[in-house]
Structures are given as structure tokens and as C-alpha cells.
């Protein structure tokens, strides 16, 4: 009975972050998909990141094709390059993520010592997820539509 509890406890924090990643990535300017992504490491949310240009440049993400520019950052790329200029780190961490991690995203995770990733939308390329689940990553898929009436 315990284990349930503790079980239904993780899933409705999870839900929650979630959510909170989702509102996070209304604070990218790419125009074809936002994502949201938040590192939460002992209850705490350490970092945070949306897709979008490197600092210092302008806040376009796509060219005059309608094309994402080479140059734009994934929200896990963000939310994990904003850990090294901070005093925290992400070993043993969670990563909740508005869409399912790229390769190479999933690349970045492993080696931050990311543990978990939850995420609510699934990719048509799976090549990221099925890395982080090689790597012994605890990966949920929680859809977008458990979020909303949670």
C-alpha cells in the first residue's frame, strides 16, 4: 500500500512539472514548435530552458523558408548548458521535456548524469529515446492529454 502511495506521488509531481514545462516553452519564439524543458534534482527545479538562438543573437528561429536555422538550441541543450555556469549540477537528476530528446539531446542527458526523463510528445524519430533507454535512463512518456485535466 505504500508503494502505491509513493508511486501516485511521483506520477502527480511528474504531472505537474510537466505542466509547468509546458508553460515554460510559451517563452520561445520559434514559431514551427515550442519546447519546454526543467531539471528538478530533490524536489527543486535547478534549471530551466526553451528553445531559441544562442544569447546575444536575435530572437528568430526560422529562416525565410520557414526552416528552423542550424544555429537553435534545443530546451534540454539549454536547461543543461545553464548548470555549468551555476554551482549546482545534475547528477541523479530529472529532466521534464515538452517533446521526446533528439539523439543528440539524449547525448547531452547522459552525460549531465541525468537519470529520469519525462516527456508529453512523441517524436517521429525515436533514435534519442531508444539511446537514453540503452544507457539505463528511466524514460515515461506521460501524454499531453493527462495534463490537462489533472
Not at 500500500?1 to 514545462?21: G, N, P, S
Not at 519564439?29 to 534534482?41: D, E, M, N, P, S
Request: hydrophobic share 40%; aromatic share 8%.
Amino acid at each position: 500500500m505504500f508503494i502505491m502511495k509513493t508511486v501516485d506521488k511521483q506520477t502527480a509531481l511528474d504531472k505537474r512539472y510537466l505542466r509547468m514545462a509546458v508553460i515554460w516553452a510559451e517563452n520561445s519564439y520559434c514559431k514551427r514548435r515550442q519546447v519546454g524543458a526543467l531539471i528538478v534534482k530533490d524536489k527543486m527545479i535547478i534549471s530551466d530552458g526553451y528553445n531559441g538562438t544562442p544569447c546575444g543573437f536575435e530572437n528568430i528561429c526560422e529562416d525565410e523558408n520557414g526552416l528552423t536555422k542550424p544555429y537553435v538550441l534545443h530546451a534540454e541543450a539549454n536547461a543543461i548548458t545553464k548548470i555549468a555556469c551555476s554551482n549546482n549540477n545534475s547528477k541523479d537528476a530529472t529532466l521534464y521535456v515538452t517533446a521526446s530528446p533528439c539523439i543528440e539531446c539524449a547525448k547531452l542527458i547522459i552525460q549531465a548524469g541525468i537519470k529520469r526523463v519525462v516527456y508529453s510528445e512523441k517524436y517521429r524519430l525515436t533514435d534519442g529515446i531508444d539511446l537514453l533507454e540503452r544507457a539505463a535512463i528511466e524514460v515515461v512518456y506521460i501524454g499531453k492529454e493527462e495534463l490537462v485535466n489533472y
